[in-house]
C-alpha cells in the first residue's frame, strides 16, 4: 500500500508563497499530482508532473505554481507563488498513472490565503 505524506500547508496573506512537500513510500516510477477541493466546490486537478518529469498545469495555477520531484528522495513539491484568496482549499498529493494520478490519496493539507 502507498503511503503519501503531505506537510507544509498554512496560512498566507494574498500575494505570499508556500511550499507544500510530499513523502512517498514505495516506487518513484509513478506520475505524482496536486489536488485541491474548496468548500462547495468541485475537486480540481492543479498539477501533475510524470516520472520523466514533464509537467502540466491547471490554467487557473498556470505561471503561479511549480511541480517538481525529488526522485531519490521519493518526493514531490509544489512551489505556490502570488497566492490569491481563491487558491484556498485543502490541497492533497497523489500517486498514479498518466495525466491523472489519482489511485492513491494523501490526507490533504490545509492552504489558507486570507488577509
Known amino acids: 500500500q502507498v503511503q503519501l505524506v503531505e506537510s507544509g500547508g498554512g496560512l498566507v496573506q494574498p500575494g505570499g508563497s508556500l511550499r507544500l512537500s510530499c513523502a512517498a513510500s514505495?516506487?518513484?516510477?509513478?506520475?505524482m499530482g496536486w489536488y485541491r477541493q474548496a468548500p462547495g466546490k468541485q475537486r480540481e486537478l492543479v498539477a501533475v508532473?510524470?516520472?520523466?518529469?514533464?509537467?502540466k498545469y491547471a490554467d487557473s495555477v498556470k505561471g503561479r505554481f511549480t511541480i517538481s520531484r525529488d526522485n531519490a528522495k521519493n518526493t514531490v513539491y509544489l512551489q505556490m507563488n502570488s497566492l490569491k484568496p481563491e487558491d484556498t482549499a485543502v490541497y492533497y498529493c497523489?500517486?498514479?498513472?498518466?495525466?491523472?494520478?489519482?489511485?492513491?490519496w494523501g490526507q490533504g493539507t490545509q492552504v489558507t490565503v486570507s488577509s
Open positions: 497523489t500517486q498514479g498513472v498518466g495525466w491523472d494520478p489519482n489511485t492513491y
Open positions: 514505495g516506487s518513484s516510477s509513478y506520475a
Open positions: 508532473i510524470r516520472s520523466g518529469g514533464s509537467t
